[in-house]
């Protein structure tokens, strides 16, 4: 059974950093793509980033470039999102998704984690 579990969210002030981990099990991930999303209070999930398990290739939404960074520890079988230059807009659940290469959605999510940045 996959599991996706999110760790490391908190309440952080504005101009701060957090690191988010995802430990994913339960299956070999090595033609995935692992992402992080979030969602804010009345808003829709929205995409934060992305990187492709065995290249290592990386993807960013415009408002993260910059500021976020993803990476993946193959021997741990964990994604990170390492997340500098915290903005009150960042306040939101973070979560950790998988999908296989060439496919458009995401087969399998986590619970997520809370983000909170105070101004």
């Known amino acids: 059974q996959v599991q996706l579990v999110e760790s490391g969210g908190g309440l952080v002030q504005a101009g701060g950093s957090l690191r988010l981990s995802c430990a994913a099990s339960?299956?070999?991930?090595?033609?995935?793509?692992m992402g992080w999303f979030r969602q804010a209070p009345g808003k829709e999930r929205e995409f934060v980033a992305s990187?492709?398990?065995?290249?290592?290739?990386?993807y960013y939404a415009d408002s993260v470039k910059g500021r976020f960074t993803i990476s993946r520890d193959k021997a741990k079988n964990t994604v990170y999102l390492q997340m500098n230059s915290l903005k009150p807009e960042d306040t939101a659940v973070y979560y950790c998704?998988?999908?296989?290469?060439?496919?458009?959605?995401?087969?399998?999510w986590g619970q997520g984690t809370q983000v909170t940045v105070s101004s």
């Open positions: 998704g998988a999908r296989p290469s060439g496919a458009g959605q995401y087969d399998y």
């Open positions: 990187i492709k398990w065995s290249g290592g290739s990386t």
């Open positions: 339960g299956r070999t991930f090595s033609s995935y793509f």
